[in-house]
């Protein structure tokens, strides 16, 4: 099995971005959606990407937001890559000029991979915990068997997440990436770093394992 890239979502400040770098996260997770309790604004933004180093993929989460308020988020934070997480069309999705990856929340029933091919354009696709009126950060996790063993998109696994569960979660999804906030946090939006570093040892173990 390939090594899982890691993302650690829900960033609100530097100490806690470095300390993901640190303990070799792949990409970091800025949530753009004002409800979040992990919410940030440009400014903010714009502050942690500056005291990144190199090689560490910056990814902005958007919730149904207009495309002018998104194009103007990005004029001023330089994200790499684009996470569409509310009700948005593949065509709310594209004209960016940038990559992007469409979450969706996981019930039973869900063609998972009807969406793969509907979302044509992404880069991936991130599976989540359906709860009503709530589009992520529940931090439930969801029946890891509703994801059919071949899909025809990259999954970042996402959704409840912690170091108790994320290596029985690879070994069982095979995910190419997984996603987590709640499950590395001291308090809605703060990190915990030793959290973090357990985490990311538990999925570079999980791969080792395999």
């Known amino acids: 099995m390939s090594a899982v ?8 400040r530097i100490e806690d971005a470095l300390a993901a ?8 997770g800025l949530v753009f959606y004002a409800k979040s309790p992990r919410a940030v604004n440009i400014q903010q933004a714009r502050c942690i990407l500056a005291a990144l180093p190199p090689f560490v993929t910056t990814v902005g989460l958007f919730v149904n937001m207009s495309r002018c308020e998104l194009s103007e988020i990005l004029e001023a934070v330089p994200l790499d890559l684009l996470q569409f997480h509310g009700d948005e069309t593949p065509a709310d999705c594209e ?12 019930q ?7 969406a793969c091919r509907l979302y044509t354009g992404a880069r991936g696709i991130l599976l989540d915990t359906y709860v009503a009126g709530i589009p992520g950060g529940t931090g439930q996790a969801f029946d ?3 994801i059919p063993a071949q899909l025809s998109k990259p999954i970042i696994l996402a959704g409840g997440l912690s170091v108790e569960n994320v290596a029985d979660a690879i070994r069982q ?10 499950g590395v946090e001291q308090g809605k939006g703060i990190k915990d770093p030793q959290k ?3 985490f990311l040892a538990a999925v570079r173990g999980a791969g080792e394992k395999d």
């Open 5 to 12: 890239r890691s993302k650690i979502c829900g960033i609100t």
């Open 21 to 28: 770098v640190d303990a070799g996260a792949d990409a970091i």
């Open 95 to 106: 004209g960016y000029h940038r990559p992007y990856i469409k979450a969706l929340r996981v």
């Open 108 to 114: 039973a029933g869900d063609e998972i991979e009807a």
């Open 144 to 146: 890891w068997s509703l």
């Open 173 to 182: 999804v095979r995910p190419f990436a997984v996603d987590v906030s709640g």
């Open 196 to 198: 973090i570093r357990a």
